[in-house]
Structures are given as C-alpha cells and as structure tokens.
C-alpha cells in the first residue's frame, strides 16, 4: 500500500519532529486494538490500483531489518539511530532521515531473536497497525510459545509508544503446510493486503515467500513443487493460524530466470492489481542477470511489464540511504509524489 505510518515521538524536537507527528497522529489509532486481525486477514477490497511504472526508488520509504547490530544516521529525532538483528527501522525519505521502527527486546522477543523476514502494514486509514514476522532460529514468543522459523508470527503496535509491539499471534504454521526442513525456513515475505491476482481471489489470505533453501511443498492438486531459495513460492491459505491449511504454487521460478541459487532474502511488492507482475527484492550475494548488476544492500525488481527481466539497483542502501549495514529483510512503503 502506498501510506506509511510514523510513530508518536516525544514533544520539544523541532519542525522536523512535529511534521512526523502531524503524519502519525493520522496514521497511528489513538489507542492499540488487541487481538491481532490486521489487514491481512481482513482483506478489504479497494479499487486503488496502482500504475505499472511505479517502481521502488529512493523516495519510496524502505522498512528494514540488517544481518547484524549497527545504527543509521541521521535518526529523525536523534543523531543516529542504533538497532539489533531483532530490530526494524525505516527510511523516511522526505525527510532523508531515520526512524526506529520495531524494537525486538522491548516487544518481549527473547535475547538471540534474529528476524529472517517481515511484512510491515499500517496506513491513516487502519483500525490497526502490525507487523509480521519470520525468524532464523526457533524461539519463544510471548503469548505464543514456540515458534519455528517456518513459522511466520504478527504482532501489532502499542499505542503511544515509538516502537513497541504486543499481542504476538500465530499466523502461519508452516508445518502444517510442509515447511519443516532447514532450507524451507522463512527469508522473504509479503502478504496481500487487497487486490489480490484473478486466479486467487477466493484464497482466504494470500502471500508470497521465499525459502532459505531447498523446498518441496504440495500444490492444488497433491503434487509436488521443489525448488530452492532463489524461487518465490505463493501460498493461497484456506485457513491460518494454529490450524493452516491451503496450497502452494509457483509465483516465480528463479533459477528458470536466471537468479543464482538460494540468493533471494527479501521482498516487496506494491498493491493494486496493476502491480501483480512484479515484485523487488534483496539478495544476499551478487547479482548480474539481465539488467541487474549488483548485490547485497541493493533493491532489485523483476517485472512482466519490462519484458520479463531483472533489472536494478532501484535503490543502493549504502550509497542512496548512507547505510553501513547489510539489510536481509525489507518492506516498502512506495510513494507517488
């Protein structure tokens, strides 16, 4: 979706400060719902399809979490801004400026938390905000209990505050689903807010992932899909939660296309229905394939609408965004000023 969220900040910052509330209070219920719904899963039909040639750039607002601990500079209300690898912050473009965005330990995740993959959503017109998770290794969740890094968790803002998150639930059990292995954990992820593709409209939910590795999950029919981390695997959900159940297709075949195994970490996809045939990502090594010539800490696109190619970098977080940090989990809110 093309709005974003900005959190409440604390008073006597400057302009700069009050123009980022003036967007949160409109963005930010006045106080959390529980629960844990989120857009997701209520799946509201809107008819703001968005235009093929609106692609991510460096005036679009990037979510991120990196492989290691590091800070950003300039924070938006501070000089920097430091983060963990169970940590998110976001890049606010118009304002070329940081902010801190999920904060893993002061949400309850346990020491050694480390996300894997995220879906962020929030946007002035919510009735509430969350975010989604997958991890590297399995840990306990409050309110949830064990959770594999097949899994994928939600969690949704505590009002008045900048960063902190609560109401963890369980999303998405991957094992109910054929996600057990090693190489079928969780590195890239985005769920459907609205819009959803024709062929998929009936789904209950709908979201797309990458694996670390190898997978073979079951399609609509019983058959069997394999593949490796390069691909980007579709699940059209009947059910989710506790019990999930649905079936896996075939949204991308990277290696078919020319991505080098195993390589895709992060995704990111912009809503409407003019937007169903593309997507960005990450990767975690280089990249040169088409019109693509790069690598870790790049924003790549494969697009139906540019003849079938990868191209990019769209944006380089190191040269564009002044970044330090290898990003491995990415969300964006894209822009259309």
Not at 63 to 92: E, I, K, M, N
Not at 244 to 265: C, I, K
Not at 305 to 315: A, D, H, S
Request: hydrophobic share 40%.
């Amino acid at each position: 979706m093309s709005t974003r969220r900005v959190a409440q900040l604390a008073m006597g910052l400057g302009v700069l400060v009050l123009a980022l509330l003036v967007v949160g209070v409109g963005a930010r219920p006045a106080t959390a719902a529980g629960g844990g719904a989120g857009r997701w899963l209520q799946m509201a039909a809107r008819g703001d399809a968005v235009g093929p040639n609106d692609i991510a750039g460096p005036d679009d607002d990037p979510v991120a979490a990196f492989t290691r601990p590091g800070s950003v500079s300039p924070g938006c209300d501070q000089p920097s801004v430091d983060y963990g690898v169970a940590d998110a912050v976001l890049y606010y473009a118009h304002f070329h400026c940081w902010l801190a965005w999920f904060d893993g330990e002061g949400s309850g995740l346990p020491p050694g938390a480390d996300i894997n993959a995220l879906h962020d959503e929030c946007g002035p017109d919510e009735p509430r905000c969350s975010i989604y998770l997958s991890f590297t290794q399995a840990l306990r969740v409050p309110g949830v209990g064990k959770v594999q890094p097949q899994d994928i968790v939600g969690a949704d803002w505590v009002a008045d505050t900048q960063d902190i998150y609560h109401d963890f639930w369980l999303v998405f059990d991957g094992s109910d689903v054929g996600l057990t292995t090693s190489g079928e954990r969780i590195d890239a992820l985005f769920l459907f807010d609205e819009d959803k593709p024709a062929p998929y409209r009936d789904c209950a939910a709908l979201g797309w992932v990458s694996t670390v590795g190898n997978y073979r999950v079951r399609d609509q029919w019983g058959g069997w899909l394999s593949g490796g981390g390069e691909d980007v695997l579709g699940f059209c959900a009947g059910s989710f939660g506790e019990d999930t159940s649905g079936y896996w297709f075939l949204y991308h075949d990277g290696s078919a296309e020319g991505l080098p195994r195993n390589t895709l970490v992060g995704l990111a996809h912009e809503e409407g229905r003019a937007a169903s045939g593309r997507f960005n990502f990450l990767t975690k090594g280089p990249l040169q394939a088409d019109e693509a010539d790069g690598g870790a800490g790049d924003i790549f696109e494969f697009s139906a609408y540019n003849g079938g190619i990868y191209r990019g970098p769209l944006v380089d977080f190191w040269d564009d965004l002044g970044v330090s940090g290898t990003p491995d989990s990415i969300h964006i809110y894209y822009t259309h000023e």
